[in-house]
Structure formats: C-alpha cells, structure tokens
C-alpha cells in the first residue's frame, strides 16, 4: 500500500502544482486506506491495527455502521443540494461589470414557500435521523444475552485495564482474550466497565462504540466478534499524561484456543528453585505492594496482576513489545518507556534487574 502512494506521489511531482499534488495524495491515501480491509479480513489471527468503524467485525459494529451510512448519505445528499445551489448563485449572480456596483438586486421578503421550503425539510430529516438512532440504541442496548454469552469487567486504571472474568476467577491486564462468536455457535461477550480513579473511555472501532468508564458508576456494553485476530483499540477520553498509551488489545480467539487460555490462566505458578532469588527481590522491594501474584506474598492491587505475566504479548499497557530487553528497560526505569506512568524508578541494580526478570518470565 505504501509503495502504491509513493508511486504516486512521484509521478505527481513532475507537472503538478502543490495543492494539486495535496489533493491527489489524500485521494490516493484514502483509496489505499479503504481498500486495504477487506485485505485484512481474509487473513486469520492477524494484528487488526485500522481503527476503523467502516469495517466492522462484530455485531454492535455493524449496526452502528449501517446507521453510520445512512447518516452520512443524508449528509451527501443535503451537501450537494446546499452546494449546487450556492454554487449556481455565485455563478449566476456574478458581478459581470462596472454597471453591477450602482444596482441592487431585487430583494425577497416574506414568501411563505421559501420559508417553508428551508423550515420544513430540515425539521423532517432530524425527526427521521432522531428516530433511527433511537431505534439502533434501544436494538443495541436490549439485546437479550445467550446463555452461553461471556462477562468480563474492565476497570479503567491510569494507565492501565484491568480485566477480570468472573465467571472463570481470572484476573489480567490490558490483553483481553475474548472467544469467537459464530452463526451456529453465537458467545456474545457482555463486559462491565468501571473505572478506580478518573473517567476512561473504551473504544474498539471493529467491535463496538464508544463507552465511558465513569468512577462509581457501571456502564455496560457487548461485543460480537465473528473474525479471529487482534484487535486494537485506546482509552478515549483524556485521562492524564500517559493517555495515548493506554492501549487496548482484544484478542479473538476460536472456542478450542480460548478454552485453553483459560486454563492456562487458572494454573498457578510452578515454583522454580533458581528464580527464589527474583521472588525474594520482587517481594524485598515492594513491588509485591502494588502487583499481585498469585501464591506469593505479592498481593497489591494498584497495578496490575502478574499472575500470567510472561502469557502477554505486550507491556505496559500496550506501549512495548513483552521482550527481554523491554522488560529490563521497564524495571530499571518505567519512565523512559512510559513517562508519567505511576510506577516509579526503583534504583534496582543489574543483578536486581536480572533476577526480577528471570521471575517474572516463569510467570506463563
Ligand atoms: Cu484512560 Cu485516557
């Protein structure tokens, strides 16, 4: 996709103006950008990094990419009528010389048509958009659960999700494994949202809108995902300075690989003889104040739990690849990955660093 814009852009260099070539560029950038879905859509288990609400993968979604049509064809349509209008005006009523600056045209006053024409009209469209979200809110928000239906409570942390599956006694952070929802086998996934500090704002464009997670108060929301994959998405509403980087990734998995997950995540740790020296570091400098792991005396819950820690693809909320030398960077100082984040620098040493890590790797 990108070499089919610089391509482009290229070409376009040799004759064309600036705002011309502007103009072509955002053409093509948004040709490329919107024919690069259905792409996405064929393959299996890959990361689904287009936010975008025009291509939407599960059931809340797709009802509120209809709606979203619908509305924006109104828009069009209001748009070049008002347009085409303005535009015969301008042409049509042209100063053409001199003798147009001493002569007014003729003024209109009072025609009870035009009042109605430009009163009417508009009044009707709002009351029929009015009523078609009406009716898409109420479709989303009474839609009755399957048994089967999953339920999950995220709550919204700075700078962070915690994520807890009450059904399953499951608690993780930040990477939501959720199963795949199919025609014969439909596991809708009901989640709660709450948030232990401020207002965050969770938002998967693929999977459903916007909702809030409002401090004492329980939102809810549910998605339908029906393609595997990773979906991306953020924290919506300006919560502090690390924000932009508390991200989300709900993972889709099919019924077989979720049901392992789950087991996976109720297993407790093995206790490794050669990583006690990181468990006692890990405990001897607090880290077990704000972590909780599970058998251990680690039992804080400021931040999040790292029962299953090595089973993340991603860090601190989604700001760096889980890798070793990530995890190192972390624990010397979370602030160069994250700065602002609400862990603070240690002041561990390199043998510290590496003990810790090698303890947290068999977290799995
Ligand atoms: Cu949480 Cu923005």
Redesign the pocket.
């Known amino acids: 996709m990108l070499n089919h814009q610089y391509t482009r852009y290229s070409l376009a260099t040799r004759g064309l103006g600036r705002g011309w070539l502007l103009l072509g560029f955002t053409v093509v950038a948004l040709i490329g950008f919107l024919s690069s879905a259905p792409v996405a859509r064929a393959q299996d288990s890959t990361i689904r990094a287009i936010q975008n609400i025009f291509d939407p993968l599960s059931a809340p979604a797709e009802t509120l990419y209809s709606i979203s049509l619908l509305v924006l064809a109104v828009c069009a349509l209001i748009f070049l009528i008002v347009g085409g209008l303005l535009t015969y005006a301008i042409i049509r009523y042209r100063r053409r010389g001199p003798e147009d600056d001493h002569e007014e045209p003729p003024q209109v006053y009072g025609s009870a048509a035009i009042e109605l024409a430009w009163t009417v009209p508009p009044i009707l469209i709002v009351v029929m958009l009015v009523l078609v979200t009406a009716r898409t809110i109420g479709e989303i928000q009474h839609h009755t659960m399957p048994d089967a239906a999953e339920e999950i409570r995220v709550i ?1 942390h ?2 962070w999700w915690e994520i807890r599956y009450p059904k399953h006694d499951i608690v993780t952070a930040n990477e939501i494994h959720v199963p795949l929802s199919t025609r014969q086998n439909r596991v809708p996934t009901e989640m709660i949202l709450e948030s232990a500090d401020v207002i ?2 969770f938002w998967v464009p693929q999977l459903n809108g916007k909702t809030m997670l409002v401090p004492n108060y329980r939102n809810t929301m549910w998605i339908e995902p029906y393609a595997t994959g990773t979906y991306l998405g953020n ?6 300075q690390q ?1 932009a980087n ?1 991200l989300i990734r709900v993972i889709v998995d099919p019924p077989d690989v979720y049901q392992k997950w789950l087991e996976s995540q109720k297993t407790k740790p093995v206790v490794d003889p050669q990583t006690a020296e990181g468990q006692r570091q890990f405990i001897s400098n607090s880290c077990g104040t704000c972590h909780r792991i599970e058998d251990s005396r680690a039992t804080g819950v400021f931040g999040p739990d790292l029962t299953h820690f090595a089973s993340r693809a991603t860090l601190g909320s989604g700001v760096a690849k889980n890798d070793d030398t990530n995890l190192r960077s972390w624990l010397h100082d979370p602030q160069v990955l994250k700065q602002g984040c609400l862990m603070p620098n240690m002041q561990l040493s390199d043998r510290q660093v590496d003990a810790i890590l090698a303890y947290l790797r068999t977290l799995k």
């Open positions: 919204g700075r700078f965050h704002g924290c919506t509403v300006l919560c502090g924000h508390m």
